[in-house]
């Protein structure tokens, strides 16, 4: 008499499947995480243009609702909002002004000239030449040795070739672009 031979069911994964399968893995990750790097990247670069262009029309507003427009600088009342840039820095000043005539001196500022600061974080600066934009209180028009034919640009990124752009023109409008 012979015994029954019993059916023998395998109920995983060999060793060479399994290692297969973490091959394939690898593989797959090597070439998702450059991409996603590059993703978060770009969509901090994004991210900067659009804190810079919230900010500047922020400032816009605040010449346009007259915002301190009561207070004096020396004898003189207020006519300007502006935004100093730094050329290389990932900061830029708010200040208030008399005149548009040229950038306000400092920091430090001289006394009630100076309103807040504006920043990127991480390694994102600011890549065009240092200067200052004026928003005139009485209709917040601009006014900038960036404008170039009536309009002009803000640049901030990681270098001079990777970097977005914020436009502007003398009469006040500010936007940006997906270039």
Do not use: H
Not at 16 to 37: H, N
Request: hydrophobic residues 40%.
């Amino acid at each position: 008499m012979s015994l029954p031979k019993k059916t023998i069911f395998s109920a995983g994964f060999t060793l060479l499947e399994l290692m297969i399968v973490v091959t394939i893995i690898g593989i797959i990750s090597a070439g998702l995480i450059p991409a996603f790097s590059n993703y978060i990247r770009s969509q901090n670069l994004k991210q900067a243009q659009e804190q810079l262009k919230s900010d500047m029309r922020t400032v816009q507003n605040k010449a346009l609702t007259g915002a301190l427009s009561d207070q004096l600088l020396g004898s003189t009342y207020i006519k300007y909002w502006g935004i100093k840039f730094f050329k290389g820095q990932s900061t830029y000043d708010y200040f208030v002004s008399i005149s548009s005539a040229a950038c306000p001196a400092g920091p430090p500022y001289a006394a009630g000239v100076y309103q807040g600061k504006g920043s990127f974080g991480s390694d994102l600066k600011i890549q065009n030449a240092s200067t200052c934009v004026f928003f005139d209180i009485a209709n917040g028009d601009v006014v900038s040795s960036l404008l170039s034919g009536g309009s002009g640009f803000a640049s901030v990124g990681y270098s001079a070739t990777e970097l977005k752009k914020v436009f502007f023109n003398s009469y006040g409008l500010i936007y940006s672009t997906n270039e």
